[in-house]
């Protein structure tokens, strides 16, 4: 049967949304002049994706739509570069720089370029078509990392062409990086969800880039820089600074404030510039990248083993000063987290002046030894709070006083605790002012309880004129109340009751969802609503029995019984209830073919995807994991398995071929 005609306007549009998708993107990311606002543009990506969602066949490698798209990987795979990706030498000061340039004599041609404090990346380009990129790795071999690299907007998958033409085979060599202000929200995120924070923006971009899954690199907000170029067929250069003209034709970010400069005068004055002007840069730099312009000259000069002769790395002095450690303070934050705050003595740091710095948590005040009345080391590196490097231990005299996290919270006074395994303690209180507006945004969102028309703003008035101080009080709202609110018309007040009345008779696995326990998101709240059948059952269960339910391990089952053992937390189930906040009981399921069953699926699957196979396990009762446990039921083995297979093998799971499994589930 002949395949169905695919309308010429439908390729026409497709062809217009990827341009138009690509010039924004280009117009947003890398000339930081953006034409439409946010809501346009993802008007614009869900067109293409409704359209390519209708003619599949369309869909191709460089379409806007794919950069968020493969399955998690088991391991990376390994990427021999063909020029190899050296480091540079250091010039730690003006007369090591002045030596280095007489080494390199007759050039007297120079590019000066910021040196950013990111991760090397290279990128391979074929006929315009992003097909690879990797890691340096060791300089010589890198790991494949052209999945999580697919998803930075910054990264065209496509290139524009340049006057003269595009080659044929593009290695373009730069810097995965993330900006100071980003690098900080995601660290005050982690900080909040109880995970280690990075030290630096170079380490997260690193670690971003090197996840398994792309989803998780998609989440953090890594950008990219081009500075040269490794192998290149189709194309011919005669210079450093023609390289970074033609990469920036052919719509690739480059690195910022190039300039060339002839003699040592002129270099010393713009790596003078870029010392004083490092602040106004959105990222880390930590020196100037020096190199001769003429490729010809490069070529003369050489390489070392471990960096080239024709370049090296101006280092600025970092960013530090020494001032009093004055006092310890303790914040909560909006999920319940305690974060040590330095309060010091106010002191200029990179032309800002600094009287707090972030102590992370307790672990970290105790590794670096840090103690009220020291004198300590600030810089502000990577962060818009800047950070305590460590005390001057020297300058001690005996009053400096330790420093320990309170057993109870300082806002609400209820018991603190820091559950296995992570490193931020909680304020246990579900109540406790001062999250109280965070834990009503996540009662409210669709996945919870759903409440339309309870955003961030009226959530924060309802708070401020102290109308809400736990989320029952929502149900015991008037139309009085609501009134008295700033632009809260007559119309918004009633929609919003109604909104809430509607709420009272959510599902029980979405209203245990909404109470926030830690770790227990919307699958983990289904299977114990599934297990327990009722709110009562699951307050009342021991650890014990939280941990032999499937899916609930030791961290989540202390999370549950450390929500339930605190008497405020009953109390606000006990006033959503008369509150009329059904709470109903799960219905036990029907017995199905694959009852209780766990899949582990390893390698690549020849004639079903995985989600597919996933979601034929989930349809017929069982559960698909991407971790194989002495739990796992069955190992499901694909093309090129990976570890998990072995692990299989070594705790003795059942292991079946794609073929075996199709027919176990009714498809073979």
Request: hydrophobic residues 35%; aromatic residues 6%; neutral net charge.
């Amino acid at each position: 049967m002949a395949a169905p005609q695919i309308p010429a306007a439908a390729k026409k549009r497709i062809r217009e949304l990827r341009e138009l998708i690509n010039r924004h993107n280009h117009l947003y990311y890398v000339l930081d002049s953006p034409e439409i606002s946010d809501h346009e543009f993802d008007r614009l990506l869900r067109e293409l994706s409704n359209l390519e969602a209708k003619y599949p066949s369309l869909v191709t490698p460089d379409s806007p739509t794919q950069r968020v798209g493969a399955a998690p990987l088991e391991e990376f795979s390994t990427v021999r570069h063909s020029v190899p990706m050296l480091s540079l030498s250091n010039a730690q000061n003006e007369a090591e720089l002045a030596d280095w340039m007489r080494q390199v004599e007759p050039a007297d041609h120079f590019t000066v370029t910021p040196k950013m404090d990111g991760s090397a990346i290279e990128l391979i380009y074929e006929n315009g078509t992003f097909t690879r990129g990797s890691t340096r790795g060791d300089g010589f071999v890198g790991e494949d990392v052209t999945s999580n690299l697919r998803t930075i907007r910054m990264l065209p998958l496509s290139l524009r062409t340049p006057k003269g033409g595009l080659p044929e085979y593009l290695e373009a060599r730069g810097e995965a990086y993330m900006e100071k202000q980003e690098f900080a929200a995601l660290n005050r995120q982690r900080q909040e969800d109880g995970l280690e924070v990075f030290a630096n923006p170079r380490n997260a971009a690193a670690g971003s880039l090197r996840q398994l899954d792309p989803r998780v690199t998609a989440a953090r907000p890594l950008r990219i820089a081009l500075y040269e170029i490794g192998t290149v067929r189709g194309r011919t250069f005669t210079s450093h600074s023609e390289i970074l003209d033609f990469l920036a034709d052919c719509g690739l970010k480059t690195v910022d404030r190039p300039e060339i400069c002839r003699g040592l005068d002129q270099v010393l004055q713009a790596c003078r510039h870029l010392e004083q002007t490092r602040e106004e840069f959105p990222y880390e730099i930590d020196g100037a990248v020096v190199k001769v312009n003429s490729l010809e000259l490069q070529r003369t000069l050489g390489i070392r083993s471990r960096s080239p002769r024709y370049a090296v790395a101006y280092k600025f002095a970092p960013v530090q000063e020494t001032t009093r450690l004055l006092d310890i303070k303790v914040q909560v934050g909006r999920t319940g987290t305690l974060t040590p705050v330095a309060i010091l003595d106010p002191v200029r740091v990179g032309g800002v002046t600094v009287s707090h710095a972030t102590l992370h948590n307790q672990d970290e005040v105790r590794r670096k030894d840090v103690r009220v009345g020291d004198w300590v080391i600030v810089q502000r590196a990577g962060d818009v709070i800047p950070e305590i490097v460590a005390p001057v231990k020297s300058k001690r005299n005996g009053s400096e006083k330790p420093f320990n996290m309170p057993k109870k919270c300082p806002v609400c006074r209820s018991p603190v605790e820091r559950p296995p395994g992570e490193v931020v303690a909680r304020c246990t209180d579900i109540a406790c002012p001062a999250q109280i507006e965070g834990h009503l945004e996540h009662f409210a969102a669709k996945g919870a309880m759903d409440i339309d028309g309870l955003g961030p703003k009226l959530v924060h008035q309802l708070v401020e004129n102290d109308l809400i101080k736990d989320p029952a009080d929502l149900y015991y709202l008037s139309h009085e109340k609501l009134s008295d609110l700033e632009r809260m018309a007559d119309k918004s007040a009633r929609n919003l009751l109604n909104a809430l009345d509607r709420s009272k008779s959510r599902p029980l696995d979405r209203i245990i969802f909404a109470l926030g326990m830690r770790h227990v998101g919307d699958h983990v709240a289904s299977v114990l609503a599934d297990y327990f059948g009722n709110i009562d059952a699951l307050a009342d269960a021991s650890l014990e029995e939280l941990e032999s339910v499937e899916e609930v391990g030791p961290v989540v089952a202390a999370s549950v019984r450390t929500f339930f053992d605190n008497p405020d937390n009953r109390r606000v189930i006990d006033k959503l209830r008369k509150a009329g906040v059904e709470f109903p009981a799960t219905e036990k399921k029907a017995a199905t073919p694959l009852a209780d069953k766990v899949f582990v699926f390893t390698g690549t699957l020849s004639s079903i995807s995985r989600s597919e196979a996933e979601s034929l396990v989930k349809n017929l009762g069982g559960r698909a994991s991407s971790s194989v446990s002495s739990k796992t039921d069955f190992v499901v083995r694909g093309e090129n398995p990976g570890s998990k297979h072995q692990k299989a093998v070594d705790l003795g799971v059942r292991i079946i071929t794609e073929g075996e499994f199709l027919k176990l589930v009714g498809k073979g």
